[in-house]
C-alpha cells in the first residue's frame, strides 16, 4: 500500500540533485584558486584573482546550491508549483555553469570576450529561474513566513542579476559607468538581498523541522523579511545619491547589521532551546555559520563607524571571507546534509516498501569528518589574513572539504540509483 | 460522529518519521474512522499522497502554531 502511493507533483529527483552535485565542485575550484593564489589575493578585493574566487564561491557553490533549494522547497515545504521543473532545471543549471565558467575566466584572464559571452548566458539562466519561480511564488494560495521572505528574496535576485549584468556589460564592452558604486550595490543585493533572505526563509522551516526547536518568534518571522528589503531599498538609494547622504547610509548600513544580527541571535537561541539535545554536525555547521555571520557584521560595522582603519582592504576581505566560506558555505553545507538525504528518502519511499534509514543515506561519521576539515580551513583562512603563507593552506582545507561534500552527496545519489533500479527490476 | 481512530503527535519527531507513522497507520483507518497527526507544520507532500491514494484531510491551526491534521477515507 505505502509502496505505490504516488507522489507525482513532487519534482524529479534529478531537478535540484543537479544542482546540490554542481555546487561542491566549484567550491572546490575555488579552493584550489586561493591556494595558488596565496598571499597575492590580499592585495585587493578588487583584482581579477579575487573576482575570480569570489564569483566561484557565489554563483558556483552559493546560487547553484540556492537554486537546488529553491526548486526543491517550494513544491515540498509550501505547496507552491515551479513552471515546468524539467525545462527550467536544465535551463537554469547549463546557463550557470556555463556562464559562471566564462565569467571567472574572464575575471582570470581580463578577457572582454568571455565577459560578453558569459552575461547573456547568465541573464537567460536567471530569468528562466526567476519565472518559473516567481509563478509558483507569487500565483499560489501558499502563506506563511517563509514564503514572504521567498517572495522578498527573488525580486532581489533579479536586482542582484540585473547590476550584475550591467557590470559585465561595463567589463565587456567598457563603457566607463560607475564601478564602485554598481560593485557595492550588487553585492549588498546578491548577499543581504537575496541570500539572506533567501536563508531566512529556508531556516524558518527547516531549522524547527530537523533541529526540533521551538518555531522562529513571529515578529522575526514576519517583520525581518520585508524590514531587510525596505532597508536595502533605502540604503541603495541612499549610496547612489553619494556623499551629501553618506550619514544616511552609514546609519542604514548600521540597521542592515543589526537585522543580519538578529537574524543569527535567534537562531542561535532556538539551537539551545532545541528539544533533543543531541549535536549533529547539521548543528554544528549551522552554529558555525551563525557565529561567522556575526563576525562578519561586527568586522564590517568597524568600516562603516571608524573612519581611519589600519589594513582597510585586509577587513574588508576578513568581511568577505566570514561571510563566503564561514557563513554562507557552511550554512548550505548543513542545509545540503539535511535536504538531500530527504529528497533520496522520499523519492525512495515511492519505489520501495522499506526505504533506508535517512540516517543511513549519508554516513554521519564521514559528514562529522568533513566538518572538521571545514573548520580547519576556516581557521587557516583567517590565520592568513596576519599570516599570508597559510592562505595556500586554507585553500587545500577548503578545496578537500569541498571534494568529501562532493563525495557524500554523491553518494546518496549513487544509492538512490542502486535502490531504485533494484526496486523496478 | 467521527471515530478518533489514532492520535499521532508528531512534533518531537525528526523527518521523515512523521510521514513514516501517518502511512503506516493509513492501513487501519475504516469507515467513519481517522486519524489525527499532530506537527508544527503543514505535511505538503504528505496531503499530495493523500489526495492521490483516496484519502481527505482537514487541517487546523492551534493557538500553540500546532497544525492537527484529520486524516479520512475520502467520499
Known amino acids: ?425 | 460522529m467521527t471515530d478518533i481512530l489514532r492520535t499521532i503527535d508528531a512534533r518531537g519527531l525528526l523527518p521523515p518519521e512523521p510521514m513514516e507513522l501517518t502511512l503506516a497507520a493509513l492501513d487501519e483507518i475504516g469507515p467513519g474512522q481517522e486519524i489525527v497527526l499532530l506537527l508544527y507544520r503543514e505535511p505538503y507532500p504528505l496531503y499530495q499522497i493523500l489526495q492521490q491514494n483516496g484519502f481527505g484531510h482537514r487541517t487546523e491551526l492551534q493557538e500553540d502554531g500546532t497544525f492537527e491534521i484529520h486524516i479520512f477515507h475520502a467520499g
Open chain 1, 1 to 425: 500500500m505505502v509502496a505505490a502511493m504516488s507522489f507525482d507533483q513532487a519534482p524529479p529527483i534529478s531537478v535540484p540533485l543537479r544542482f546540490f552535485l554542481t555546487a561542491p565542485l566549484f567550491g572546490c575550484a575555488a579552493g584550489l584558486l586561493v591556494a595558488l593564489l596565496g598571499g597575492d589575493l590580499l592585495a585587493s578585493r578588487w583584482s581579477g584573482p579575487a573576482l575570480a574566487a569570489t564569483h566561484l564561491l557565489t554563483l558556483g557553490f552559493m546560487l547553484q546550491a540556492m537554486v537546488g533549494a529553491t526548486l526543491q522547497v517550494l513544491p515540498v515545504a509550501i505547496g507552491a508549483n515551479v513552471w515546468r521543473p524539467r525545462a527550467t532545471a536544465t535551463i537554469t543549471h547549463v546557463g550557470l555553469t556555463a556562464g559562471t565558467l566564462l565569467l571567472v575566466g574572464g575575471f582570470l584572464f581580463e578577457l572582454p570576450l568571455l565577459f560578453r559571452i558569459a552575461a547573456p548566458l547568465l541573464v537567460a539562466a536567471l530569468t528562466v529561474f526567476i519565472l518559473a519561480v516567481g509563478r509558483g511564488l507569487f500565483g499560489g494560495p501558499a502563506r506563511g513566513n517563509t514564503v514572504t521572505a521567498l517572495r522578498a528574496a527573488v525580486p532581489a535576485l533579479a536586482i542582484t542579476g540585473t547590476i550584475g549584468a550591467a557590470l559585465a556589460v561595463a567589463f565587456g564592452w567598457g563603457n566607463g559607468w560607475p564601478l564602485m558604486l554598481l560593485t557595492d550595490l550588487h553585492a549588498a543585493w546578491g548577499l543581504i538581498g537575496w541570500g539572506l533572505l533567501l536563508l531566512a526563509g529556508v531556516s524558518f522551516l527547516v531549522v524547527p523541522m530537523f533541529q526540533l526547536t521551538p518555531p522562529y518568534r513571529d515578529w522575526i518571522g514576519r517583520r525581518l523579511p520585508l524590514g531587510l528589503a525596505a532597508l536595502l531599498l533605502a540604503w541603495s538609494l541612499a549610496a547612489a545619491a553619494g556623499e551629501p547622504a553618506a550619514a544616511l547610509r552609514d546609519a542604514l548600513s548600521v540597521l542592515l547589521g543589526f537585522a543580519a544580527i538578529v537574524f543569527a541571535a535567534e537562531t542561535l537561541r532556538l539551537q539551545r532551546l532545541r528539544r533533543r539535545k543531541h549535536v549533529d554536525a547539521t548543528f554544528l555547521f549551522w552554529r558555525t555559520a551563525m557565529l561567522a555571520l556575526i563576525a562578519a557584521v561586527g568586522l564590517a560595522l568597524v568600516l562603516v563607524l571608524a573612519g581611519e582603519v589600519p589594513n582597510r582592504g585586509l577587513v574588508e576581505i576578513a568581511v568577505g571571507l566570514a561571510m563566503l566560506a564561514g557563513f554562507y558555505v557552511s550554512v548550505i553545507t548543513g542545509m545540503c546534509y539535511k535536504i538531500v538525504p530527504f529528497v533520496t528518502w522520499l523519492h525512495l519511499q515511492q519505489r520501495m516498501a522499506r526505504p533506508p534509514n535517512m540516517n543511513q543515506i549519508v554516513a554521519e561519521v564521514s559528514v562529522v569528518r568533513q566538518l572538521r576539515v571545514h573548520w580547519a580551513a576556516l581557521a587557516a583562512l583567517a590565520a592568513g589574513l596576519l599570516f599570508p603563507p597559510s592562505l595556500m593552506l586554507g585553500g587545500l582545507l577548503f578545496a578537500v572539504s569541498c571534494a568529501w561534500l562532493e563525495i557524500n552527496l554523491a553518494g546518496a545519489a549513487r544509492l538512490y540509483g542502486r535502490l531504485s533500479r533494484a526496486a523496478a527490476a
